[in-house]
């Protein structure tokens, strides 16, 4: 066992843990280890960390950028942008394109698609009713939801797994819904993907919290996962309780399974005095 002590945090660490952690430059130089015979030194003081550490020229210091750098870049579109415009857009043209007769359409076309399903097994039905809603009211809210759902798991896991997460999850939702629905129409709404990212997100920080330091992990545990249990997890029993869960559930899996974006190691080097800007 090695200890280690960072920003006042004494840890444990295992011999296979500790070289790993060098070798990804996750232990910063001025670390504190406790060595036999001498005390706690710091860590660039030590043989093995310069044998394993990345140098300078490999490891270059990370830069940390701010969530909504990160969900409104400069150049070209984030994957939360890309959801949110795909939503807004169908919107836009269904609302144009039937008018006051908008809910009964999505009715009857969504009953019939259900039809489908159950005679047909076309369960590519699902796919669509993803970016379908069924007003404004119920458009706004998950847009709004939807934009922090889908930032969390992009500034986690990256722009494509935000995007192949909402569809995944978003389909795991609609299955959900439609076992547990025994008549038409097929559920739309975004919000089983919502609940998703959201369960992916979860998933992924308790996966991988050891990744984070200190300040990092007391925030996410006394401030986002209590915020979460408040506003989020009571409405997964509002409306489609089956899409809501469904969709959740197969973000919990999915999430252990979620690769880290290149900038989570890093996180763990950033000054702590600069944590409110990089989480």
Known sequence: ???????????????????????????????????????WVRADSLEIYRLLAPTPARHPTAVAL???EILFPKRGFSATELLLAVNLIVAGLLFAA???????????????WWNDVRAGHAYGWWIPTLFLHAGPGHLGRNMMALLAA???????????????AYLITGIGGAWASYAGHHAPPLSVGA???????????????????????????????????PLFILLFLPAIANADVHAHAGGFATGLFLGVWLP???????????????????V
């Open 66 to 68: 701010s969530l909504r």
């Open 1 to 39: 066992m090695v200890t280690i002590r960072i920003q006042g945090q004494e840890s444990r660490l295992g011999t296979e843990e500790w070289e790993i952690r060098l070798r990804e430059g996750r232990i910063p130089p001025e670390t504190l280890v406790l060595a036999e015979g001498t005390g």
């Open 98 to 112: 039937w008018g006051k007769e908008y809910l009964s359409t999505l009715r009857g076309m969504t009953a019939e």
């Open 150 to 164: 889908s930032g969390a798991v992009e500034f986690l896991a990256g722009r494509r797994w935000a995007i192949a």
């Open 191 to 225: 919000s089983g993907a919502i609940f998703g990212l959201l369960g992916c997100a979860v998933s992924f920080i308790v996966r991988r919290r050891g990744t984070f330091n200190y300040a990092q992990r007391w925030k996410v545990w006394r401030v986002y996962v």
């Open 260 to 278: 880290p974006h290149p900038r989570i190691p890093k996180l763990a080097e950033v000054d702590p005095l600069r944590d409110d800007e990089a």
